[in-house]
Nanobody, 120 residues
Framework: QVQLVESGGDLVQAGGSLRLSCVAS????????MGWYRQAPGKQRELVAG???????NYADSVKGRFTISRNNAKNTVYLEMNSLKPEDTAVYYC??????????????WGKGTLVTVSS
């Protein structure tokens, strides 16, 4: 079993900042890609940012220059630093990892989400 726990979601004013964290635990042998997704009310879940084992990153166009994804491999943790937040960033943010378990099985794992609300 692999568990993901996100934290850091909050209510913030437009222009403000938040830092999300996601810690993975359980029967993990290794973690490949890690990423953050978000889902706003009435919309489909979308990729916000991703990071590979080697540290290569990619971002949705809507967050480029404002959000930064990073990871701490020793702590099985991925972060999302969000600056200059806008009301349209309001969503539930989900962490996703691609992990190899101790049974050498590769799967995608999702967290339960953390709510980010940006007021205008």
């Amino acid at each position: 079993q692999v568990q993901l726990v996100e934290s850091g979601g909050d209510l913030v004013q437009a222009g403000g900042s938040l830092r999300l964290s996601c810690v993975a635990s359980g029967s993990i042998f290794s973690i490949n890609a890690m990423g953050w997704y978000r889902q706003a009310p009435g919309k489909q879940r979308e990729l916000v940012a991703g990071i590979t084992t080697g540290g290569s990153t990619n971002y949705a166009d809507s967050v480029k220059g404002r959000f930064t994804i990073s990871r701490n491999n020793a702590k099985n943790t991925v972060y999302l630093e969000m600056n200059s937040l806008k009301p349209e960033d309001t969503a539930v943010y989900y962490c996703k990892i691609v992990a190899v378990t101790t049974a050498r099985v590769t799967n995608d794992y999702w967290g339960k989400g953390t709510l980010v609300t940006v007021s205008s």
